[in-house]
């Protein structure tokens, strides 16, 4: 099945970087705040401490985990990446504004800019890239469905249940039973097989039938 599975879409794999980015941003933010704040000579607010350690540590660790979890194609991976750039911009823009008041020289706001910028810029991109529809799609876990198919040399016509994965298209990847044995049970299309699923009345009710592609 894994080589039926199609491969990463290249705005998963730009999303999941931004996102590995981020994360370490923010990480790197937690701990140079750490630092200084164990070099520092006065005593410092709970607040101060949440803001600049506790916050931006958790965001990096959480934008790691979802890097992670994007690379291997996990939708709550996604869903977490997606959730964590609204913060991040947030937090962004609180760490960017007061620089704005600095009697800066025009390189200097231009760099500092460039650098608190960056976590913004990144949330605005990574939403586009994952909230699409399409790519939701593509990330969700294939879904199994019920399937019929035909077996041979039984002296009357007869269908085996079984289960099968939707490929999408109308196309599914049929799966063996449980018990499966090749040498008792002969099915007209083997395990593994990609076929077609088609409708068909069996005892008076519809079910999912597997046809061989090409017939």
Request: glycine fraction near 8%; include cysteine.
């Amino acid at each position: 099945m894994s080589q039926l599975v199609s491969p990463r879409p290249r705005v998963v794999t730009a999303a999941a970087i931004l996102t590995a980015a981020t994360g370490l941003y923010w990480f790197g933010t937690g701990v140079l705040s750490l630092l200084v704040c164990l070099q520092a000579n006065y005593r410092i607010r709970v607040s101060t401490i949440l803001e600049l350690i506790v916050f931006p540590g958790c965001l990096g660790v959480a934008g790691l985990v979802a890097f992670f979890a994007l690379w291997l194609r996990q939708n709550w991976g996604r869903i977490l990446a997606v959730a964590l750039s609204v913060p991040s911009i947030l937090f962004g823009l609180s760490y960017l504004r007061p620089f704005l008041n600095f009697n800066s020289s025009i390189k200097d706001l231009l760099l500092l800019m460039a650098l608190f910028a960056f976590p913004i810029i990144a949330g605005f991109a990574i939403l586009p890239l994952l909230a699409g529809e399409k790519i939701r799609q593509e990330m969700l876990p294939p879904a199994i469905v019920s399937m019929y198919v035909n077996l041979l040399d039984e002296g009357a016509p007869c269908a085996r249940p079984t289960r099968a994965v939707a490929l999408g298209g109308g196309l599914f990847e049929l799966l063996a039973t449980e018990d499966y044995d090749p040498n008792e049970e002969h099915w007209e299309i083997s395990p593994g097989s990609v076929v077609r699923g088609v409708e068909s009345d069996l005892k008076g009710e519809t079910h999912l039938s597997a046809v061989a592609l090409g017939s």
